[in-house]
């Protein structure tokens, strides 16, 4: 088993090394902060809740499985990265709802809109108030 040492980033001050297994996933690391529960809802993030986190300045799930040594940061729903990582979260699910429930129809997504995006379904189709409450 390959060991792998690990740079978490909270606070300048509270930065910790750990070596750890290789293959850890980024909220496995994460939990070893002693801070951990403060690092899930930082009050610096306005109570904004910890969603993913950065690895060597990728931006990856917390599930990521990291083999190489690493420097690891926290990113909340608040920050930059955090929004981004949340709109691609639900533009994801909205496809896949409109999937399941429109399966002859496909959802196009389009250029954001400041911090939106544009979606339509593709051809010329009637969607009915019905039909966005079903995708509710």
Known sequence: MNTITVHIFSEPSKDMFFSVASGTSAAELLRMHPDYK???????????????????????????????????????????????????????????????????????ISHSLGEGYYYYFAALQNIKDEDLKALE
């Open 38 to 108: 403060e690092l899930q809802s930082d009050p610096k993030q306005n109570g904004e809740c910890l969603i993913a986190a950065m690895v060597n300045n990728k931006v990856v799930s917390l599930s990521y499985r990291v083999d190489i040594n690493a420097d690891i940061k926290p990113v909340f729903s608040g920050s930059l990265e955090g929004s981004i990582v949340y709109r691609q979260t639900l533009c994801f699910l909205l496809a896949i709802a409109a999937k399941r429930v429109f399966p002859d129809r496909r959802l196009v």
